[in-house]
């Protein structure tokens, strides 16, 4: 009978396999990945062996969500996404984010990717994460544009979920002006969701790009959209909130770029509006800076790449005096 070691006998099979049985934002499986190759991660959830920082328990349950199917029809997936065209990309890869090592035991295991894949590596002072209300309003909307096509002329790649309202905004926009764009998606990169946006994540995967955490063939789930903030908040420095009511799943983005270090800026808007409540309470609880125009984005982004290069300098030490000639 065939097992998983069969499939996935290399270290990128293995991390696509990981991917379509174990959820993403998993902390658990994240610190065995961490210590172990995938392929032994893999081996471990077929076989009833101790795993190294887990109680006996703790890794039954492990191995009990992890939910194996047959291998054979795991092969079948993979033989599926081979032929689909849809990329997978790993850490070491030229093209994988260095930004996603800060998420550390829940970076994401594996990339899926339809379109240009080097746009991942771009560094993170050229990526801006723009997200808002979905239900957002006509000037939500209108300063979406405003901001991404700010950030489309500056050269910048404008990162958003590919949503309705804010996101699509802001995806259109970027396109509109002739730069480049990114949609992290819930689901996979070949069932383009929401529907209505089909022909607006085509265009983005055939010029821009479409990524995901999750295998191509999956669904969005309210689990993946809450897992999915923390890479649109990791991948740029700088992340700005144009609309958002007080349960907007945006504020997550918000909340995970403050924890990472990375800037966050939010537009105010009509007190009146309750779309204005969350990025309101993020100007109110210093999490967020002012963005009212779009030179407060540039600013915004123009001190998180200085703030980025200083911290590269103090890792790296200052550079050493040229030697002294004796005359």
């Known amino acids: 009978m065939a097992n998983l070691s069969d499939v996935a006998s290399d270290e990128r099979t293995a991390r696509m396999v990981l991917s379509m049985l174990v959820e993403p934002n998993d902390p658990v499986t994240g610190r065995i990945l961490s210590r172990l190759r995938a392929v032994e991660t893999l081996w471990l959830a077929e076989h009833d062996r101790e795993v190294v920082g887990l109680s006996p328990v703790d890794a039954q349950v492990w191995r009990e969500r992890l939910r194996v199917p047959d291998a054979r029809e795991l092969a079948g997936r993979i033989d599926q996404v081979h032929q689909s065209g849809v990329r997978a990309l790993i850490p070491g890869d030229n093209d994988w984010p260095t930004a996603f090592d800060d998420l550390g035991e829940v970076a994401p295991y594996v990339l899926w990717t339809r379109g240009t894949s080097s ?57 509109a002006a002739g730069g480049d764009t990114i949609a992290i998606l819930a689901n996979g990169v070949d069932r383009p969701y929401p529907v209505g946006h089909r022909d607006l994540l085509d265009r983005v995967a055939d010029v821009g790009l479409l990524v995901s955490e999750v295998p191509p063939g999956a669904v969005p789930t309210r689990h993946r959209v809450i897992a999915r903030a923390r890479l649109m908040a990791a991948l740029s420095y700088a992340s700005v909130i144009v609309e958002a009511g007080a349960r907007s799943g945006s504020l997550l983005v918000a909340q995970r770029a403050d924890e990472l270090g990375r800037r966050v800026g939010a537009v105010p808007g009509p007190v009146t509006s309750a779309a204005s409540i969350g990025p309101h309470r993020l100007l109110r609880d210093g999490i967020a800076t002012l963005v009212a125009d779009t030179s407060d984005l540039a600013k915004l982004v123009e001190r998180g790449q200085v703030s980025r290069e200083r911290l590269d300098m103090e890792q790296v030490g200052p550079p050493s005096p040229a030697p002294t000639r004796t005359l």
Request: glycine share 10%.
């Open 119 to 175: 746009f991942l590596s771009r560094p993170m002072s050229d990526l801006v994460t723009i997200t808002g209300a979905r239900a957002c309003t006509s000037y939500g909307e209108y300063v979406a544009r405003e901001l991404a096509s700010s950030v489309a002329a500056e050269e910048r790649v404008v990162v958003a979920g590919g949503a309705y309202g804010i996101e699509g905004a802001s995806h259109q926009a970027a396109l």
